[in-house]
């Protein structure tokens, strides 16, 4: 019996990155999975490899995360094709990049409905479906800004410290309906939004140089922690910040870096 066998698995933002990567290691792992995305063509082209190697293991859903109406129509469809969900793997998200001075109420508003109540609304769509199946284990995917930014960044790392911060009060509010609460905080990962944030080549090297294991992270580094997380093995863990940035956080001597 593969690690994920009996889970169903719905993950935002499975059209790229970190998502795309994880939806396809739970698949592999055994879990039914759901993946919705924004972006339809991308997450149906990665439901298609999956289901090439597992047919009929996964479903692509186009999803805005910051909608509850999408979120009711997606967590419908999903259990109709699957069951009950019993893993949500709040992914999706976008980098939001503005000086201080510059920042308005429409950009930091957009950050905080995609990144944070897109995560909070969706936690409250499926935990009815998690109650039923009597267990369930949420994944937030929050950010290292939530712990430790780098300017021009604010309404991104506020939406992202939200993130981390609603995890540990969903894990303590959830405990008794046996569903797990745990954010993910990755460091700088090689993805199409770390290339957003890196405007040149020269920014992208220095950062580079300035990891303590010299490279950047992959999505698939994630989505190993992911499918720990999603598994009976993480059985104890709730309401923990995973960090999973290659010791960025805890290098004094590293500033460059720090941009996502
Ligand atoms: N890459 C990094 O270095 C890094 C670091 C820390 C945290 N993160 C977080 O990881 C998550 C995934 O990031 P990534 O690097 O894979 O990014 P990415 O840009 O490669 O992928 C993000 C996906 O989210 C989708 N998306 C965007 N807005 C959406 C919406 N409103 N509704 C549904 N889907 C939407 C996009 O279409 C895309 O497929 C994000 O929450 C990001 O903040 C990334």
């Known amino acids: 019996m593969r690690r994920l066998s009996g889970k169903v698995a719905l993950i935002t933002g499975a059209g790229n990155g970190l998502g795309a990567a994880t939806a396809?290691?739970?698949?592999?792992e055994g879990a039914k999975v759901i993946?919705?995305?924004i972006a339809y063509e991308s997450v149906e082209k990665i439901v298609e490899e999956i289901n090439k190697l597992s047919k009929e293991s996964a479903i692509a859903l186009k999803h805005d995360v910051s909608s509850k109406k999408e979120w009711l129509t997606?967590?419908?469809e999903g259990v109709k094709t699957f069951g009950p969900i019993t893993v949500l793997v709040n992914n999706a998200g976008i980098l939001a990049t503005t000086k201080y001075d510059q920042l308005t109420y429409e950009k930091w508003q957009k950050a905080m409905d995609i990144n944070a109540w897109g995560q909070f609304v969706g936690m409250q769509t499926v935990i009815p479906h998690m109650?039923?199946?009597?267990?369930?284990?949420?994944?937030?995917?929050?950010?290292?800004?939530?712990?430790?930014?780098?300017?021009g960044l604010t309404a991104y790392t506020a939406s992202k410290g939200a993130v981390d911060a609603m995890s540990r009060a969903a894990a303590v509010e959830l405990g008794e309906f046996n569903i797990r609460v745990n954010a993910v905080v990755p460091g700088t990962i090689q993805t199409q939004m770390l290339e957003?944030?890196?405007?040149?080549?020269?920014?992208?090297?220095?950062?580079i140089a300035s990891q303590p294991l010299k490279r950047m992270g992959?999505?698939?580094d994630v989505a190993h922690l992911v499918a720990y997380l999603a598994s009976d093995e993480s059985y104890f863990t709730s309401g923990t910040s995973q960090l999973i940035d290659g010791a960025l956080n805890v290098d004094a001597s590293s500033s460059a870096a720090k941009l996502t």
Request: no cysteine; proline share 4%.
């Open 196 to 207: 957003e944030a890196f405007p040149t080549k020269e920014i992208k090297e220095a950062s």
């Open 35 to 37: 993946a919705t995305d």
């Open 24 to 28: 396809k290691l739970l698949a592999e």
């Open 74 to 76: 997606v967590v419908e």
């Open 131 to 151: 109650k039923e199946a009597g267990v369930g284990s949420i994944i937030n995917v929050a950010s290292i800004a939530a712990v430790n930014s780098s300017g």
């Open 218 to 220: 992959r999505p698939i």
